[in-house]
């Protein structure tokens, strides 16, 4: 059964640096074709793509983003992390971790994790 | 970055109707290896989405077979062949031919 579920703080300040993780259960980013993404969706809004790492260690991120972005792995705990730098109330969003293949299908996804970023 | 567009953004239906929603991107996700990487996602009230349709026509696991996608290149579309009560919620598409992944504005189907 594959599973996974985003952790990090709830409220951030303004300016602070955000760490997301998504721990996973049930496959392997070690696998060939396997990736792990992060989405957000700010409240009453739309889904919006943020990052992804590969099984090959492959990392991708969103144009306007990827400044302010980092994705990781660690293999041995099975988590992909995510680092967001410079937060600012608009970023408040739930938070998604998601298990892709080579291209999209994302076929399974966490429960979300809601970030409010207020002073 | 490659623009998804849906039409219509919202869409009333009435139980064991059909209904389809458009999806259109600004540049063809027909690869060269002849797959359209277009995905369909649901996402009911309170809920996280879910994967509908993968490469624009394939049924994810566990889908009912009332749903279906078809299209290629820039134009796809979603069609529920009788709409149910559980099929409430915001359908998003998807493209994922190349990075940044970007996804559509949405349609909120309701009963």
């Known amino acids: 059964q594959i599973t996974l579920k985003e952790s990090g703080p709830t409220l951030v300040k303004p300016t602070q640096t955000v760490t997301l993780t998504c721990t996973f259960s049930?496959?392997?980013?070690?696998?060939?074709?396997?990736?792990v993404g992060w989405i957000r969706q700010p409240p009453g809004e739309a889904l919006e793509w943020l990052a992804l790492?590969?099984?090959?260690?492959?990392?991708r991120y969103s144009t306007s983003l990827r400044n302010r972005l980092t994705i990781s792995q660690d293999t041995s705990k099975n988590q992909v992390v995510l680092t967001m730098t410079d937060m600012d109330p608009v970023d408040t969003a739930t938070y998604y971790c998601?298990?892709?293949?080579?291209?999209?299908?994302?076929?399974?996804w966490g429960q979300g994790a809601l970030v409010t970023v207020s002073s | 970055d490659i623009v998804m567009t849906q039409s219509p953004l919202s869409l009333p239906v009435t139980p064991g109707e059909p209904a389809s929603i458009s999806c259109r991107s600004s540049?063809?996700?027909?690869?060269?290896?002849?797959?359209?990487?277009l995905d369909w996602y649901l996402q009911r009230p309170g809920e996280s989405p879910q994967l509908l349709i993968f490469?624009?026509?394939n049924r994810a696991s566990g889908v009912p077979d009332r749903f279906s996608g078809s299209g290629s290149g820039t134009d796809f579309t979603l069609e529920i062949s009788r709409v149910e009560a559980e099929d409430v919620g915001v359908y998003y598409c998807?493209?994922?031919?190349?990075?940044?992944?970007?996804f559509g504005p949405g349609t909120r189907l309701e009963i």
């Open positions: 790492i590969h099984w090959d260690g492959n990392r």
């Open positions: 998601a298990r892709g293949g080579v291209r999209g299908i994302l076929g399974y």
């Open positions: 049930g496959f392997s980013l070690n696998s060939n074709g396997v990736s």
């Open positions: 490469l624009g026509s």
């Open positions: 540049q063809s996700l027909l690869h060269g290896n002849r797959f359209n990487y």
């Open positions: 998807m493209q994922a031919l190349q990075t940044p992944y970007t």
